[in-house]
């Protein structure tokens, strides 16, 4: 028997992840292979034509999971009975701009987003935000959408795992499949965190500790943790452009693994809605090891923390905190 399809919004549709993301979706990477989408795509005015042409690839692409697109520059028309919802659309920073002028920006962005999701999405809608910064702007999001509970407001901190992923295989010349259970603590910025503390490498000998094998802790505490930190920096100045296509991968890998289950002895890294744990403090958006079944994440307990992660996973804390507080007095 056939499945209903899901609706699916994307917003900032028409910009470079928007376009990576969107026939990532209609394939059935973010929901399987035998699940039928309905994409709903949202940009701004100016970007209206881009948009329609989008929609156009999108038909001439004739995906067999895909039952329909809704390409529009109207809030309302976009969240309207969404049972998804992947947040591109945001103000980038420009040359010149200070911090608080692109918070400023942001905040008025996600408080509409959020009261159009709020009033029309489906009451069970699972929400993930990519535009930067992406933790605060969950947590406005969050704010703004009281009756959204507050398990399904996320943000992306997958592509900094993946990318942390990604630098252990190479260092050992291993495929990637066979290293998992790497840790991003925190904002998904320079602050975060990347933890290899608990990852594991599946060998001929069965599973060993990437630290074990790695055998430069050295390199680990430094080099490493800066690599992934500024890995977005590094893509820029290589393609004159930010990730795009890593990001879309992302997100259908985060939002796969929400709804289907991550697999058995193996945790992902979600930006959720803290509840204390690891003595992080409550009412931030900030990212945790979790595991995912039936569609709901749990935060993975009782890992023991060392004095430098201790240090690490504070320092992204504090950010949060100055960047909640920046966001609040944008709303004033």
């Not at 320079?190 to 430069?216: C, F, M, N, W």
Request: glycine share 6%; net charge neutral; aromatic share 6%.
């Amino acid at each position: 028997m056939s499945k209903n399809a899901v609706r699916v919004l994307v917003t900032g549709a028409a910009g470079q992840i928007g376009y990576a993301l969107v026939p990532m979706v209609a394939r059935g990477a973010m929901l399987g292979p035998d699940q039928p989408v309905i994409l709903h795509m949202l940009d701004i005015e100016p970007a209206a034509e881009a948009l329609n042409g989008v929609k156009m690839e999108l038909i001439d692409a004739a995906f067999p999971l895909l039952k329909d697109v809704i390409a529009t520059t109207d809030v309302v028309e976009a969240c309207t009975g969404v049972d998804i919802a992947v947040m591109v659309g945001g103000f980038p920073r420009k040359e010149g701009m200070e911090r608080k002028d692109v918070m400023s920006k942001n905040v008025s962005i996600y408080k509409a987003q959020a009261s159009a999701l709020e009033k029309h999405a489906n009451t069970n809608c699972k929400v993930l935000v990519v535009a930067n910064p992406a933790n605060t702007n969950a947590l406005i999001l969050k704010e703004f959408a009281p009756s959204i509970p507050e398990k399904n407001i996320t943000c992306l901190t997958r592509l900094d795992h993946n990318r942390a992923l990604g630098q252990i295989s190479e260092r050992l010349d291993i495929q990637v499949s066979d290293v998992k259970n790497v840790i991003i603590w925190g904002n998904h910025s320079s602050t975060q965190y990347p933890d290899v503390s608990h990852v594991t490498v599946t060998s001929s000998d069965g599973q060993k500790p990437a630290r074990e094998l790695i055998a430069d802790d050295q390199w680990l505490r430094t080099e490493f943790i800066k690599t992934v930190q500024q890995r977005g920096a590094a893509i820029i100045k290589a393609r004159k452009l930010s990730s795009a296509l890593s990001a879309a991968s992302s997100a259908c890998d985060h939002i796969r693994d929400w709804v289907l289950g991550t697999p058995k002895g193996t945790w992902v890294s979600m930006g959720v809605y803290s509840d204390g744990s690891y003595g992080i403090p409550s009412g931030l958006i900030y990212s945790f090891p979790v595991t995912c079944e039936k569609g709901e994440w749990s935060i993975v307990q009782g890992l023991k923390i060392n004095e430098f992660s201790r240090t690490k996973m504070d320092a992204t804390a504090n950010e949060l905190i100055e960047e909640k507080s920046l966001a609040y007095s944008c709303l004033n």
